[in-house]
């Protein structure tokens, strides 16, 4: 098996079942370390189409994002330091709008 810096390689021919289901051989699931029910995004590339693994991807977008934010001298914890008002913010910009109607007190509402 060609290691994970091999641009293309030929792996296997396989069949879509009768529920469009592709099956993945084993040794190519085991190298790459996915197991059942492992999400994949589908890309089309011409005729063809490109099966991407979401794992890799994410970890594709992390590694830029992690990159992007070195490069512009923040630190992680600058980062997370952050997070408890930007959620104040999305919280109020959401529920603002649907403030619960006041409850009337036990008291007041109980019939006498």
């Known amino acids: ?36 029910g492992a999400p994949f995004a589908v ?14 991807r994410f970890e594709n977008l992390c590694e830029r994002i992690s990159a992007a934010l070195g490069d512009a001298g923040l630190l992680p914890e600058a980062v997370l330091a952050t997070l408890p008002e ?5 919280f109020a910009r959401h529920y603002s709008a649907t403030k619960p109607a006041k409850r009337a007190s036990r008291r007041s509402s109980q019939v006498k």
């Open 86 to 90: 930007a959620r104040k913010r999305v």
């Open 1 to 36: 098996m060609a290691n994970r810096q091999t641009m293309l390689e030929y792996l296997t021919t396989t069949k879509i079942g009768e529920k469009g289901q592709l099956t993945v051989p084993k040794e190519f699931r085991e190298d790459l370390g996915l197991g059942a």
């Open 43 to 56: 890309l089309r590339l011409g005729d063809g189409l490109v099966l991407l693994p979401e794992q890799q």
